[in-house]
């Protein structure tokens, strides 16, 4: 699906419908296709094949990670997480379920509306955007 929208105007739009139709608050982030490309390109820790232990946190902008108080870079452990931009990069060997970084960052970025996707979505939704199924 294409749009003349932003981004920004297009997760506004969805966000006010979400909620008009759960008569709640909801937080929407998106990114366009390119921004999705320059994500998967841009993953920061070398050697970290397995994809089940690579995350990213999308924040609906990058003055969020300012706001949390957050630094560019953490590791607890072999855990560790790297900010570009709106992002949060998230290495979790031992999965995110059990990690005390992802833990930590998640307590951090609660209620900003941000989201955490694993390496293969967030490869699914590059390719999806680029015309690939």
């Not at 759960?22 to 998106?30: K, M, N, P």
């Not at 969020?64 to 870079?73: A, P, S, T």
């Not at 379920?97 to 833990?103: D, E, M, P, T, W």
């Not at 941000?114 to 999806?128: G, I, Y």
Request: aromatic share 6%.
């Amino acid at each position: 699906m294409t749009t003349a929208l932003t981004a920004t105007q297009v997760a506004d739009a969805a966000g006010k419908a979400l909620g008009k139709a759960l008569s709640r608050d909801v937080g929407v982030v998106v990114r366009t296709a390119a921004q999705l490309v320059g994500v998967a390109e841009g993953w920061p820790f070398e050697g970290t094949v397995d994809s089940i232990t690579k995350h990213v946190m999308f924040l609906r902008q990058a003055s969020d990670v300012e706001n949390l108080g957050l630094m560019r870079q953490k590791a607890i452990g072999l855990e560790r997480y790297w900010v570009s931009g709106c992002h949060i990069y998230l290495y979790l060997p031992d999965g995110m379920g059990r990690s005390k970084l992802g833990a930590w960052v998640t307590r951090r970025v609660g209620g900003t509306g941000a989201t955490a996707r694993n390496w293969n979505t967030v490869l699914a939704l590059r390719d999806m955007g680029l015309g690939r199924r």
